[in-house]
């Protein structure tokens, strides 16, 4: 650990300090050291209960008592350790429940009555290797313990299994994820992403060093998965502690840690309705860069970029980065575009029409003030934000997510008014077809509880056809040419700081001309029966939403958005990720909080064992 600088810090507010954390160094005021029953012991692999490298170890005290357990490992004290009451052990192939880290140890003593237990620590074991291990139990009467504790003690010798070999030593760490599969369909190659948190002296080459190494649960092989890391921020300052204008101590340990945080992609197998550890290691000075390759391919500069997979091919507007045309590989003949009026663009939106200025959309700009593209092997994005042409009251972003063989992109939208602006419509989620190439749309009604298929090809110019604004899929077809696109509505929100929203009216809609498209109406006045009644969108109101768009071939032995509803259940469950990590010993022993206001904290005089026989 770095020295930390010194200085002066104003302490303005409360600060409260609970030194909780029990060391084993009281313990030798107690009486007594005796042996402690380990009934079995043992080094484990990753597992979704535990999911690192471990020891296991079974114990059976003389009578049932509150206790503190410390574990050594070779002589290092491990920091933190897992306890398991007899019938609290979990399955060992789903996610752990509960765990206690640092806070728990260092601001609550645990009260509860143990007899039959289990202790879990972390150890990178190798294989073949021995290790010492050396567990303590202190029994005591009240969680504060006394002198007339006894301390139970016992140091076993474990060999670690020889048969399945663990990653490379010279990665010195490693974070853990369990990815669960919740929705019944078993995911090959499925993009997840992870933020994570470390120390600057550990994350020093975080884009060469990490790796991502699935864990198999029967034979416990590693295996490297294709993975991507990129989005690096550095967080670099260190808290003062030096003494304030009267020399006092400011605090006894810092508030922060100076910290690198990053994502982490990568492609995961997880079979249907279970659960599956993967290790990220990092940490490894002589690490080289890791070049992975899939069928995700960016050509081109921003704005106007293409993206490839091996699925289709998107174009984004060489103006304003927005979807221009999107085809299928093996249906090139028939790609989905517009270039009919004005930007031409396929997306056109967040938009807003605040006259007497002209009716502006995200896919107006000429180019966007900003932009940020993303490019690798297991996702790319293409990220653009102004504010709108002639209206800088007015903020908006459009952001894509592509990945490597799956039919669909992520896009997510937000617009966010920074003045009150009087506005005759407000939309969002606009995607515009050239007529020709749709026959038909889709969509499930959620008021009808049934899917409508209405035939657009003869429906009459500027006839709109209304849904609810949270529709869950919506898509156009060409029923003689058996190609589609659709929309899987991800997230929609609206929200606001200094005001509520008011929405005049919203609702998802089509409609058609030379064009076809669907589009959100938040707020429409445009649309409605008093066409040039203008409807204010107050300061802080914010509009949000993330969707999937899914291009496909109809299925002829099918209805023609049978593969729609199968993505959408897919999309919209996601796989989940729980993290583990080890704590590290530069985490402080103590726990510092700092309060607005001076008053109680609720800890004050609070017994905390108010478990079985306590008193």
Known sequence: ??????????TWSLVIVLIAFATFASAQKSKDTHDLSITKIELGYPCPAIPYYHFI????????????VEAEVDGKVLRATELRRAGDLEDRNRPPLSERPPQGYIASQDGTHYKDLSVIGWVKWEPGKDYSIRISVR????????????????TKKVTAPKHVAVFDPKWKAYKSLVVSETAGISRSNEPVEALLAFYPDEAQQL????????VDPKSHVLTEVTSQVYDVQEYLKEDDLGPDKNGSPTRKVPLWMPTVSTRVAFLADVPARTSRVFLIYYNNADAVSKVYKTDLQVLGEAPGLTIDNSVFSVILHPNSGHLDQISLKNRPEVPFFHRLETNGAVHWNPDIYVPPHPWTHTADWKPPHSMKTVSGAVVAKSEVWDTMRELPEVDASVRYEFYPGVPYFISSTCMRINQTVNCLALRNAEMVFKRELITHAAWYDVVRDSVIVYDVANMPDLTDLKMEADVPWITFFNK?????????????????IESPTRLLNPYF???????????????????????????????????????AYLVYEIDKNSTPFASVIEWQKR????????LVEEVDNRVSKSLQEVFMDKGKTGWEGRETGKHENAK
């Not at 060093?209 to 699935?214: A, E, G, T, Y």
Request: avoid cysteine; charged fraction near 20%; proline fraction near 5%.
């Open 571 to 578: 999309l919209t469950h996601p796989l989940r990720m729980q």
């Open 1 to 10: 650990m770095r020295k930390l600088k010194t200085g002066h810090s104003k």
């Open 207 to 214: 884009t060469r060093d990490i790796r991502v190494v699935s």
């Open 139 to 154: 029994m005591k009467k009240t969680v504060h313990g006394s002198v007339d504790d006894m301390v139970l003690s016992s």
């Open 480 to 496: 003689e040419k058996g190609v589609g696109f659709a929309g899987i509505q991800l997230n929609y929100a609206n929200s606001s």
């Open 509 to 547: 809609y089509i409609t058609a001309g030379p064009w076809i498209y669907w589009a959100r109406a938040l707020s429409h006045p445009f649309l409605s029966s008093n066409m040039q009644q203008v409807v204010p969108v107050l300061k802080g109101n914010v509009f949000s939403e993330k969707w």
């Open 57 to 68: 170890a079974e114990a059976d005290l003389p009578q049932s008592s509150i206790i503190e």
